[in-house]
């Protein structure tokens, strides 16, 4: 039987109701100070400062040494990829003349994003998909009672900017997404389907990471992993590492890249509906992958839950803390003549913070680390604010070292129990 999160007594909750943080972790900010709400657009009413604010919790002693310790090893990995996007992404996506045509765009998106309708820019796919579907050639787990499928099918996504369609559409390997499904003989199931992360697509990595053996036999749920675009097989030509070409297009090509991930995963959606009688499903994600599940439950209603794990909320923000990145921007902006604000305005037509979630804050649920230094937690304490205040979890590691994981899939499993989702009590199987 595959590992998954232990049974027993489970840990005592924060002084918070149930459907809040729901980790053994107190949050201080949780409990003692305002939560951040907008009257209006929150690109302009979020603090100038928010990328140095930092989030206060109430640490066990050995919980400080593990968060220390993981946090560490999160600076060095954002050092690393910081270099690399810029060295590899800056001169094609945010030279002088890509970043003149993003400020160029800027009216175009924001007029979107302003009118507060997610329809405006994340586009209904208008036919049901055409897929492929085949025996996965190295499943990672074969079920017994299952099967484990390769599914690929063309996206007919067209960006919104008529000035990019041509240079977005000429990546022939992106037109395709892909998917690997594990299904039950005598489905449909209930039905998760996971997203990955910035640069991680491997399934290996996501089975083990995202525990979809656990929730496949204990659970007894269907499971699936979603590839991002322009990650693994849809890669761009001479891309030097996967996911390059989601940001080294440009601004205005991460708006688009996000449109593509919410309309390919909409597609999905309406196949498993009309191919397999899948009327129950849900999205979890880590990260990139965090991030687009938090887009997905303000789009797609058809869901019937949305997880996002260690998500970023303000793509402009956190690319200030990623050194040397964020030097760079601060400098770039400053020659403009532009802020913060800015930056933020580029980009909030893909933001979650722009859209309300269609589902009720009692099928929504956040995961965040207190060590994470590339997703940091602010940004899932904002999300959560967002979303009034959802049930939150917050576990004692980083954004790569996920400690005490098996704490937080338990509650998970308590969250799918509590919106019936999985019936009472599978978890303790």
Known sequence: MPKGPRTGKRRSLTKTSRHSVVSRIAHERSLNAQRDAFD????????????????????????????GATAALDVAIRTGSAAAIT?????????????????????????????????????????????????ARRPGFVPEDGVCEDLKFRSDFTPSNPRLRDSYLKH??????????????????????AIHGFGAEGYALNQWFFALPWFYHVLGLDVALFNLPFHGKRQTRFSPFSGHGFFAGGVSRINEAFAQAVYD?????????????????????????????????????????????VPVVSLADVMLEWEPLGTIARAVLKSQGHDITTARRLLNVCSPLTYPALLPKERLMVIGGVGDRMAPPKHSRLLWDHWHRCRLYWFPGSHVIHLDRDEYLHE????????DFVPTGKRSI
Do not use: C, M
Request: proline letters at 7%; aromatic letters at 12%; a positive charge.
């Open 265 to 309: 995963f909409r597609q999905l959606v309406s196949w498993l509906a009309d191919s397999r009688g899948v009327t129950e499903l849900g999205a979890t994600g880590i990260s990139l992958g965090g991030y687009t599940t938090a887009l997905l439950a303000a789009t797609e209603p058809r869901l019937q839950f949305a997880v996002p794990n």
């Open 87 to 135: 060295l590899l992404a800056g001169p094609l996506g945010y030279n002088p003349k890509a970043l003149r045509e993003s400020f160029n765009d800027l009216p175009f998106y924001e007029r979107l994003a302003s009118s507060g309708d997610p329809a405006r820019f994340f586009a209904q796919p208008g036919r049901p998909a055409s897929v492929r579907v085949r025996r």
């Open 40 to 67: 209006d657009a929150w690109w302009r009413e979020l603090d100038p400062d928010f990328a140095k604010r930092d989030e206060d919790f109430n640490l066990r002693f050995g919980d400080r040494l593990r968060v």
């Open 172 to 193: 022939k390997a992106n037109h395709w997404a892909h998917v690997r499904y594990w299904r039950h003989k005598d489905g449909p199931r209930p039905t998760v389907i």
């Open 412 to 419: 998970v499993a308590r969250f799918l129990e509590d919106i």
